[in-house]
């Protein structure tokens, strides 16, 4: 069902910070011509944690009803409280999402049998497929390998996407998960690592500005093209690494900005990229054939 580049995508904002509709519209529709294989709204990449429940679930709607079901919509509606992570994870069913992608609950900081209670509970409220999102750098919290196995064994849990940091990690889970549990990646550099390790994709935060460049790569290796993958890793590992210079998506909106895909719209307490860093990622963006 999840496999090859699906996009971490941008919420496109004006600059007063209201939603930019068509812009997002126009988003969706560049991500489709380019050959992703999935659209992830209202991640963190989406700044998630700044929209309110309307617009989250508004976000989610538009995405579906752009994408009508050319690939698949994976739904962000992770929380740090139980109960909230269920609204929004209904909202996202209700919205019509195919999947839904549920973060580890931030600053909680919950133990390995907290986190299995969080996310059965929201298994039996739903009746939605379920990604698990672990990304300790982000929220504090990291889900061992141990519990991911004993998730997998709920029906409507059916993979992970991955960012603890450590490649390994990938075989690890491989090890102890059903063999149809997806594993995706969520460290845009370590890809390809965790492709071989088993992982089928990435949710990725660099296909914001090289959807093209990240679904052939994806594509060149799940058909056993692994030197051509490896080639085109080689040109993403630049922009891969800028886009994290400052805090994402910080650098990706400003990216998407100057290629002249959104306004520059962003929610504190995050602000626009700092100045020090405009010309390495322009340079960077030209170096890979994104801009002239």
């Known amino acids: 069902m999840l496999k090859g580049s699906l996009v971490a995508l941008v919420t496109p904002m004006q600059e007063n910070g209201a939603i930019d509709w068509g812009a997002l519209d126009n988003l969706i529709d560049w991500h489709l011509e380019s050959g992703t294989h999935g659209i992830v709204p209202v991640g963190t990449t989406g700044e998630s944690a700044t929209l309110s429940v309307e617009e ?35 909202h996202g069913m209700d919205a019509g999402a195919d999947a839904c992608l549920v973060v580890t609950p931030y600053y909680n900081k919950p133990t390995q049998e907290g986190l299995y209670r969080h996310y059965s509970a929201i298994a039996e409220a739903v009746d939605i497929p379920l990604v698990l999102y672990n990304v300790p750098p982000r929220t504090a919290c990291d889900m061992t390998a141990e519990t991911v196995s004993r998730l997998a064994t709920n029906d409507r849990i ?9 490649a390994t990690r990938v075989d ?22 965790m492709m071989k390790s088993g992982a089928v994709g990435t949710i990725s935060v660099s296909a914001n500005v090289a959807p093209a460049m990240m679904s052939q790569f994806c594509e060149r290796f799940l058909t ?20 994290f210079v400052e805090t994402s998506p910080i650098p990706t909106k400003w990216a998407l900005r100057v290629m002249g895909k959104i306004e520059v719209g962003i929610r504190l307490p995050l602000v626009p990229l700092s100045s020090q860093h405009h010309a390495s990622l322009q340079e960077r963006l030209v170096a890979a054939g994104l801009m002239q």
């Open 56 to 90: 989250h679930t508004a976000v989610i709607k538009a995405t579906v009803k752009r994408v009508n079901g050319r690939v698949p919509v994976v739904a962000g509606t992770g929380a740090n409280a139980t109960w909230e992570a269920i609204e929004l994870t209904r």
């Open 172 to 193: 690890e889970i491989k090890r102890v998960v059903p063999d149809d549990f997806i594993l995706l990646s969520g460290e845009d550099a370590q890809t390809l690592e």
């Open 224 to 243: 056993g093209n692994v030197e051509i993958a490896e080639t085109i890793d080689s040109r993403l590992q630049p922009i891969h690494e800028i886009l």
């Open 158 to 166: 059916i993979g992970i996407k991955e960012a603890c940091g450590d």
